[in-house]
């Protein structure tokens, strides 16, 4: 059974930084990727990787979040420094089997986390 369970959410003040982590069992990743969704808005791919290593930025976010992984513990985290309050969002990591699509297009994602919350105060 594939599992993944987000954690690092919280509430900062702009400028701030978090740390997230998605952590997979029953599954060894290809490619994942980090998804928000703020009140009223669509998911977005924020950032992705590989398993080779390949990573993948939403340019809203190019230069202020690192995505990274530790293949041993089969987790990714995504590093979020100079956060703003338009970062605001429920945060997602998701999973597939295969790349079938653009890293950024949730229908090519199967599995995914229960979501964390991340709160950024002007």
């Known amino acids: 059974q594939v599992q993944l369970v987000e954690s690092g959410g919280g509430s900062v003040q702009a400028g701030g930084s978090l740390r997230l982590s998605c952590a997979a069992s029953g599954y060894t990743y290809r490619i994942m990727g980090w998804f928000r969704q703020a009140p009223g808005k669509e998911r977005e791919g924020v950032a992705g990787?590989?398993?080779?290593?390949?990573?993948f930025y939403v340019d809203s976010v190019k230069g202020r979040f690192t995505i990274s992984q530790d293949k041993a513990k089969n987790t990714v985290y995504l590093q979020m420094n100079s956060l703003k309050p338009e970062d605001t969002a429920m945060y997602y990591c998701a999973t597939a089997p295969e790349y079938r699509y653009a890293w950024y297009e949730t229908r090519g994602y199967s599995y995914w986390g229960q979501g964390t919350q991340v709160t950024v105060s002007s």
């Open positions: 990787i590989t398993r080779g290593g390949g990573t």
